[in-house]
Nanobody, 118 residues
Framework: QVQLVESGGGLVQAGGSLRLSCQASGRAFSLYTMGWFRQAPGKERRFVSD????????SYADSVKGRFTISRDNAKNTVYLQMNSLKHDDTGVYYC???????????WGQGTQVTVSS
């Protein structure tokens, strides 16, 4: 099992940048695919990006491609989300999720608020 704690959210103007971090505690972090999801006010939680445990392959939602970059540091048990050229529509609570090996996401952090002012 892993416990996940996000940080790095805040208020930023449109066009600005933020870097989110997700610190994992527990064992075998390198065996987890790690993802970022966001939930806008009144909407469902949606996929933003993930990075695979097996080969580090990354994937992104179309809405963030070219602006966001996910990375991980297995030595530090941390996954990051660098967010550039932020837009108002990027506003929401960002959650870090963990999926053991090729399984479903079963571990979640408490979320960190990102607010982009237009």
């Amino acid at each position: 099992q892993v416990q996940l704690v996000e940080s790095g959210g805040g208020l930023v103007q449109a066009g600005g940048s933020l870097r989110l971090s997700c610190q994992a505690s527990g064992r075998a972090f390198s065996l987890y695919t790690m993802g970022w999801f966001r939930q806008a006010p009144g909407k469902e939680r949606r996929f933003v990006s993930d990075i695979a445990w097996r080969d580090g392959k990354t994937s992104y939602a179309d809405s963030v491609k070219g602006r966001f970059t996910i990375s991980r540091d297995n030595a530090k048990n941390t996954v990051y989300l660098q967010m550039n050229s932020l837009k108002h529509d990027d506003t929401g609570v960002y959650y870090c999720g963990g999926a053991y090996r090729d399984g479903a996401y079963g571990y979640w952090g408490q979320g960190t608020q990102v607010t982009v002012s237009s």
